[in-house]
Every structure is written in structure tokens, then in C-alpha cells.
């Protein structure tokens, strides 16, 4: 069963615009992690925040987390045509006792050159 | 250093046949989880192993099985094969560290 639910599902913007990307979840987690996908491919790993954590850095991502409301989002900033992919959230829930990523239905982002 | 592994990258077989799917993770994880994708259903947990023993498995009909071996790679197995099962399969490996998992480029199945 899936837990994130990303929103927008699809999003379009210029080069050189920022992307926010929303995510909101069901349970309580240890983490959330975002991963990206171009083309049915693999998922790459793009950044993890803890639950004890509400912010945090990568390059041109930022992320955040506020448990209380059972949401994250993800923000790239000064987006390039290379970032045209497919974004999901995936959360670990707290309950299980493994690392078993839940993930979100996954946001389809274009950048236009 | 190496990434995950999968092979094969594609494959097509008949229903009522059974597949294995391979991989292998980066050396030095000893965490592998399976995850199947299609468009209808998305991204769904299969099984994670740790050390040889599965961890936690996914909501899937017995028909679904894996195992992992001592050196860590690891197999995943559907017998009797449905059209329902044409997805790709993606594995992930995970050290340690909690720094997310790495994945594979995956296996595309298609059942006809």
C-alpha cells in the first residue's frame, strides 16, 4: 500500500525556475527519503531527513519535514532541463521493524529549455 | 565503486512460466529489497533481506519468493506467471549507515 501522496502529480516550468514538489504521508515515520526517476529507470537516491529534523541542504534541493501535519516538501531551486524526471517521496515507516520504503505515487516534472 | 547490479535487464516469458531475477548490491551491503513498479499500481515493497533472512515482505501471493546468499546478492523468484505481473522489478541495497538505498536499473518483465 502506498503511504506518500505527492502533489502536484505533474508539474512544467521554465529553465532556471524553482520546482516545489509536496508530500504528504499517513503514519509515523523514522524518515522520509526523496528519489528521482528518468524514464522508467532506477530510482536515484537524492536526499533523507530524519524525523527529528524539519530542514535540510543538498546542492540545489532543500527539503522539509514537519511531522505534526505529516508532510514534506521538496524544493529545487534554478531548475535545468536535466532535472526533467520523475520525483517520488518515500517514507520509512516507524512500525515495522525494517527499512521498507513506502513509496508516493511520484510527481512527473518537466523543465522546458 | 560498483553499482547495484540487476540482471537480466529485460526479459519476456509466457504466462504459467516462473522467472529468477538477480542481484547484486554493493560491496560491503548486506541489505536488499525488492520493489515492483507498474503504472497502475506504482512503486510496491516486495521483501527486504538482511544477512541472509528476510527482514519483512510485502503484501504478495506466495507466488512472489527470494532469497539472499552469503555474499550477499540476491535472487527473486515468480512461478506460475501472471499478465499482472509485467512490471519493473527494482533492487536496492543499503550499508550501514542510514543514507538511503541505492538502487539498480532494474528488470523489465513482460508476460504475454
Given at each position: 500500500s502506498?503511504?506518500?501522496?505527492e502533489?502536484p502529480?505533474?508539474?512544467?516550468i ?6 516545489t ?8 515515520i ?38 505534526s ?9 534554478a531548475s ?34 | ?19 529468477t531475477l ?21 512503486l510496491?515493497f ?67
Open positions: 502506498q503511504q506518500g501522496e502533489d502529480q505533474a508539474l512544467s521554465q529553465e532556471g525556475e524553482n520546482a514538489m509536496n508530500c504528504s504521508y499517513k503514519t509515523s523514522n524518515n522520509l527519503q526523496w528519489y528521482r526517476q528518468n524514464s522508467g529507470r532506477g530510482l536515484v537516491h537524492l536526499i533523507l531527513i530524519r524525523s527529528n529534523e524539519r530542514e535540510k541542504h543538498s546542492g540545489r534541493l532543500r527539503v522539509t519535514l514537519d511531522t501535519k505529516k508532510s514534506s516538501s521538496l524544493l529545487i531551486t535545468r532541463a536535466a532535472d526533467t524526471a520523475s520525483y517520488f517521496c518515500a517514507t520509512v515507516p516507524s512500525q515495522g521493524g525494517s527499512e521498507k520504503l513506502v513509496f508516493g505515487k511520484g510527481m512527473k516534472l518537466t523543465v522546458n529549455p | 565503486k560498483a553499482g547495484v547490479t540487476q540482471t537480466p535487464r529485460y526479459l519476456i516469458k509466457t504466462r504459467g512460466q516462473q522467472v538477480s542481484c547484486s548490491p554493493i560491496s560491503g551491503h548486506r541489505s536488499v529489497s525488492w520493489y515492483q513498479q507498474t503504472p497502475g499500481q506504482g510496491q516486495l521483501f527486504e533481506y538482511f544477512s541472509e533472512t528476510q527482514r519483512n515482505k510485502g503484501n504478495f501471493p506466495g507466488r512472489f519468493s527470494g532469497r539472499q546468499f552469503s555474499n550477499s546478492r540476491s535472487e527473486m523468484n515468480v512461478s506460475t506467471l501472471e499478465l499482472g505481473d509485467s512490471a519493473l522489478y527494482l533492487c536496492a541495497s543499503s550499508g550501514i549507515q542510514l543514507g538511503g538505498y541505492t538502487f539498480g536499473s532494474g528488470t523489465r518483465l513482460t508476460v504475454v
